[in-house]
């Protein structure tokens, strides 16, 4: 069993839709990472955070310490979102990344 | 600014042969890291240089596998001789000096597909 799990594995929705997008890990850890892969393309930072919650523009991404769980919410889906995103933690004292294996993510038109 | 680059984008070569690929940080950037996503696994952690010393390699999977950061700026990782189960994409991420109250975040290159005939 994988440190850090993601769910679902692959997710298809209509443009427009609300998304939501879950990581939960199983270790305690600093900081939590949201990252975007487009296909063919590299690896994009989206969020790096350790409480509460942040956005930036229709992403939202919030992380409950206590819980192990952190989600990532699109609104108002569009089909440009149509990524692989991956979650990726901080653990002990190194500042070395622990991945999720990502979702798959597809908006339709 | 410059992000972090890597060269090649895509190396295809055989069997027993050397590859080295390369990592440009986002300048000023003192932590360097490779990382190594091979199909339909995770991204992991190969290693962690400060600077020019390594820091924590504990995830090159043996000895054929070489990394350097001479001066402290770009990295070379040397894989010789190459073998199938190499294959996979390798990413490279740089982040600024790591302060002890909290973990910088890590910019990340495009990565650099190498297949492994």
């Known amino acids: 069993k994988n440190e850090v799990e993601q769910s679902p594995q692959n997710l298809t929705a209509q443009e427009g839709e609300f998304i939501t997008i879950n990581c939960s890990y199983s270790v305690g850890i600093s900081a939590l990472h949201w990252l975007q892969q487009h296909p063919g393309g590299g690896i994009v930072s989206l969020f790096m955070l350790s409480s509460g919650k942040k956005k930036h523009g229709r992403l939202i991404a919030t992380i409950n310490i206590q819980e192990k769980h952190s989600s990532l919410h699109i609104t108002a889906s569009h089909p440009r979102d149509s990524a692989v995103y991956i979650c990726?933690?901080?653990?002990?004292?190194?500042?070395?990344?622990?991945f999720g294996k990502g979702i798959t993510l597809s908006v339709r038109p | 600014e410059a992000g972090v680059t890597q060269f090649p984008s895509h190396s295809v070569i055989e069997k027993g042969q050397t590859v080295t690929l390369r990592c440009d940080p986002i300048s000023g950037h003192d932590n360097l890291y490779w990382y190594r996503r091979v199909m339909g696994k995770e991204i992991k952690f190969l290693l962690h240089?400060?600077?020019?010393?390594?820091?924590?390699e504990s995830g090159m999977p043996n000895n054929r596998f070489l990394a350097e950061r001479t001066g402290g700026t770009y990295s070379t990782l040397k894989v010789q001789p190459a073998e199938l189960e190499d294959s996979g994409v390798y990413f490279c991420?740089?982040?600024?000096?790591?302060?002890?109250?909290?973990?910088?975040?890590?910019?990340f290159g495009p990565g650099t597909r190498l297949t492994v005939l």
């Open positions: 990726a933690v901080y653990t002990g004292a190194n500042s070395k990344l622990t």
């Open positions: 240089f400060v600077k020019e010393s390594k820091q924590d």
């Open positions: 991420a740089s982040s600024q000096e790591r302060r002890s109250w909290t973990y910088n975040e890590q910019f």
